[in-house]
Nanobody, 127 residues
Framework: EVQLQASGGGLVQAGGSVRLSCTAS????????IGWFRQAPGKEREGVSCINTPDGDTSYADSVKGRFTISSDNAKNTVHLQMNNVKPEDTAVYFC????????????????????WGQGTLVTVSS
């Protein structure tokens, strides 16, 4: 079973930056792709960004395109989410998750494909 550890959340001012990290116990099994999801108070969980660890293919939700960047350091089994120009509406608990299969394009933002989940890390953006 893949274990995931998310880190990097905290309090950041609007317009600032924060980097989240997700370290997996392995990318060899059940971790073909890593996704970042977030859930704000009173809202449903939504997909933010995802990456295929073998080839680096990425997808982003429209709400974060141009501001967030996902990247993979396969040597360290770690995926980063660089969040720039953050907005108060980015405030949420962010979760990373792993999926075993390749799915086309932005389909990877759908949480149903993910089997293993890490604990959340809270990002709070102050205005």
């Amino acid at each position: 079973e893949v274990q995931l550890q998310a880190s990097g959340g905290g309090l950041v001012q609007a317009g600032g930056s924060v980097r989240l990290s997700c370290t997996a116990s392995t990318f060899e099994r059940d971790a073909y792709g890593i996704g970042w999801f977030r859930q704000a108070p009173g809202k449903e969980r939504e997909g933010v960004s995802c990456i295929n660890t073998p080839d680096g293919d990425t997808s982003y939700a429209d709400s974060v395109k141009g501001r967030f960047t996902i990247s993979s350091d396969n040597a360290k089994n770690t995926v980063h989410l660089q969040m720039n120009n953050v907005k108060p509406e980015d405030t949420a608990v962010y979760f990373c998750a792993a999926r075993a299969v390749r799915v086309p394009g932005s389909t990877c933002l759908n949480s149903i494909y993910y089997v293993h989940w890490g604990q959340g890390t809270l990002v709070t953006v102050s205005s």
